[in-house]
């Protein structure tokens, strides 16, 4: 079945730091893919999301390419602050009418002043 | 402002006992769903709906219940049967027939805590 494979945290970096978040999955078809956010005690908001191979979504500064070739969806981000200490959730779903997300298990993000 | 409410934010159970967890979404999604939450191990789905009358189990239904009577209602019910139920549950929405698939709406979550 589908899956996805993200780096395992926390990480833990410094304001302006660059942030890169590894994301892989396994899908047959033409899978979307999502960056998911989850701040402190809130539920999930959408980051960005990419629909199709070579396609890049951002917001927020941060980006993430759909890599076909290598089955990745890497979450960047070239200066980090404080407020993006979040946990990243990177999910697919895998097209075709499917409504279904598949999420990795999250990396939890801190940023130290 | 449209969104989705999930109520209370927290809850203590004692063993035994079901629990039932609200989720109100005004947004006029057709599509509504529950993951549960633990640490370490993302997002799994419990059970998803995509019409009123109608549901699905998801990967980890055995324990939980669910009914849509109303298009905004998706309750949660966490019975007794469920062996391990302390986590946080997240409600979610979604459109059907959206381009691409996958994007969901989620709710602040509710923190089941069994005694």
């Known amino acids: 079945g589908d899956s996805v494979t993200q780096m395992e945290g926390p990480v833990t970096l410094s304001e302006e730091a660059f942030l890169t978040i590894n994301c892989t999955y396994t899908?047959?078809?033409?899978?979307?893919l999502f960056w998911y956010v989850q701040y402190p005690g809130e539920g999930l908001q959408l980051l960005l999301k990419?629909?199709?191979?070579?396609d890049k979504g951002s917001n927020k500064g941060f980006e993430a390419t759909y890599r076909k070739e290598t089955t990745s969806f890497h979450l960047e981000k070239g200066s980090v602050q404080v407020s993006d200490s979040a946990v990243y959730f990177c999910?697919?779903?895998?097209?075709?009418?499917?409504?279904?997300?598949?999420f990795g298990k999250g990396t939890k993000l801190s940023v130290i002043p | 402002d449209g969104g989705i409410t999930q109520s209370p934010k927290y809850l203590f159970r004692k063993e035994g006992q079901n629990v039932t967890l609200s989720c109100e979404q005004n947004l006029n999604h057709d599509a509504m769903y529950w993951y549960r939450q633990d640490p370490g191990q993302g997002l799994r789905l419990i059970y998803y709906?995509?019409?009123?009358?109608?549901?699905q189990k998801g990967d980890i239904a055995e324990g939980y219940s669910v009914s849509r009577e109303k298009k905004e209602s998706f309750p949660l019910t966490v019975t007794s049967a469920q062996k391990n139920p302390t986590a946080f549950y997240l409600c979610?929405?979604?459109?059907?027939?959206?381009?691409?698939?996958?994007?969901?709406?989620f709710g602040e979550g509710s923190r089941l805590t069994v005694l």
């Open positions: 899908a047959t078809g033409y899978p979307s």
């Open positions: 999910a697919l779903t895998p097209g075709a009418g499917s409504y279904q997300l598949t």
């Open positions: 709906s995509q019409i009123v009358n109608d549901f």
């Open positions: 990419a629909t199709k191979a070579d």
């Open positions: 979610a929405s979604s459109i059907l027939g959206q381009q691409p698939a996958g994007e969901l709406f």
